[in-house]
C-alpha cells in the first residue's frame, strides 16, 4: 500500500496563485480587560507571579459553582454590535470537553449552539483603500486557558525536560470571532488576513474592552487556509495555524500556508486537517495534531449556569455607548491630520493608526508622531523583530524627545540614539541626555575650533562656497560632526562658515 503524500517543497506565492484560489477563515480570541475572571471573582491581572490570581473556581476544584461576570457579558454585546452581528435573545453556556494540564476543570466552559452574536459583517480596508467584506458567522464568550511553559529544549513540548503549568491566564473572560468562508481574496489573500486581525484589533481597543496587547496575547488569531484548484468550487482541506499573535506574522503563516499547500497538492499529495505551530523564525508552520471537530469535543449545556436573556432596551443602551466605527475614524483622523493619502494608507497598512492617534491626543503635532512611528520606532521594531507597539513606546516619550529637538538640545540624530538608549532602560530622554553628555554643541569656541579644522581640511570644498556654491557647506558639517561626535548645531556651523568667509546668511 503507497503512503499518502503530505508533504512537499512550497511553490512560489506567484505560482501557487496561478494554480489555485484561497479559501480563508479566522478565529479571532480577545481577552477582555475586566477585573475579574469570567466565572470566579479571581482577579485579572497580566504579569503577576504565576498561580497567584487563582481562587477555587477557576482551579476546578469539587464542589465550586461559577457566577457569570455581568461586565464581560455587556463587552461581549458591544463587540458583536460594533461587527455588525445579531444579538441573540436568549443563549447559553456549554462545556466543551478536552483533557489538557492547563485546563483544570478538563473542560472549557464556552458557548456552542447558542452564541450571544452572530450573522455580522466587518468592512476591512486594504492597503490602496480597497474595502473587502469580511462575513463574520459568530461571537460567543468563553473563558481562556491555563499557560505551559516547557522547560530545556527549544521551548517547545517536543525535546521539553518538563513543562511548568500557570493558571493565571485560567478563566480569563475571552471573546472568539469566527468568520465565515472568505472565498475571493486571491493574491491579496495574506493583505486581507492582517488587515482583518488590524481591524478587529482596532476595534476593541476603541471599544475599551480589552488591552489589545498582542505580544501579551490579548488578541491572538487561529488562520484558516485551504485551496480549491482553479475554476473549482469545491473547499479544499484546510489546516489551522494556531494563536498567531502579530499583524505580521498573520500576514507571513497565510502566505507560507497557501505555498505549502500549494506544493503538497501540485506534487498529488493530500492535505492533513490539523492544527500548525507558527515558527516565527523560520517563517514557517510546523505541525500540531490532527484537528478535532466539534463532535469529538462532546459538547453539552452548562448544568451550572442559567441561560442568559437580553432585553432590547439592554442592547440599546449598549449601542449608544459604542465609539465610531471604524472607517468613519479613519476618515475624521485623515482630515485632521493632514496627510497625503498615500502617507495615511502606510499608516494604516503598519497597523499603527491607534498609536499615532493617542500620541496625538497627548500634544504631539500629527507630523512629529507619523515621523517617529512609522519612521525609527518602526525600524528598531523590525530589527529587533516585534511589532512597534510591542516595544513600549510611550507618547511621552516621543513628546519630550521632540521637546529636546525643538529646544536644540539633541538634533535627529542624537534622538535617535536616545530612543535607543530608552527602550534599554537607561531612563527618560532627558536623563539620558545629561548622564550620556549627548547635548548638542552649540558653544561658539568650540564650534570655530572645529569648523576652522574642518576648512582647512577641505580647501577645495571652502573655494566652492566661496565661489558662491552654497550648498557645498555640507561636506564641512560632516566633519565637524564628526570632530563633535555628532553634536554639533548644524545651523550654527553653516553661520560660523559663512561669517568665515564674509558671505551674507
Known sequence: MTETLTEASPLSYEEAMVRFDPVLGFEVHVELNTKTKMFSSAPNAFGDEPNTNVNPVCLGLPGTLPVVNRQAVEDAIKLGLALNCRIAETCRFARKQYFYPDTPKNWQTSQYDEPIAFDGHLDVELDDGEIFRVEIERAHMEEDAGKLTHAGGSGRIQGADYSLVDYNRSGVPLIEIVTKPIVGAGERAPEIARAYVSAIRDIVKALDISDARMERGNVRCDANVSLMPKGASEFGTRSETKNVNSLRAVEHAVTYE??????????GGSIVQETRHWKEDTRTTSSGRPKSDADDYRYFPEPDLLPIVTTEEWIEKLRAELPEPPAERRRRLREAWGYADAEFRDVVAAGLLSEIEETVDSGATPAVARKWWMGEISRLANARDLEPAALGVTPATIIELAGLIDAGKINDKIARQVLEHHLDGEGSPEEIVSAR?????????????????????NPDVVE???????KAIGA???????????????????????????IEG
Open 258 to 267: 497557501i505555498r505549502r499547500h500549494a506544493g503538497v497538492l501540485s506534487a
Open 437 to 457: 553628555g549627548l547635548e548638542v554643541v552649540s558653544d561658539d569656541g568650540a564650534l570655530t575650533a572645529a569648523v576652522e579644522k574642518a576648512m582647512a581640511e
Open 464 to 470: 566652492k562656497v566661496a565661489g558662491g556654491k552654497l
Open 476 to 502: 564641512l558639517i560632516g566633519p565637524v560632526m564628526k570632530e563633535t561626535r555628532g553634536q554639533a548645531d548644524a545651523g550654527k556651523v553653516r553661520e560660523i562658515v559663512l561669517a568665515k568667509l564674509g
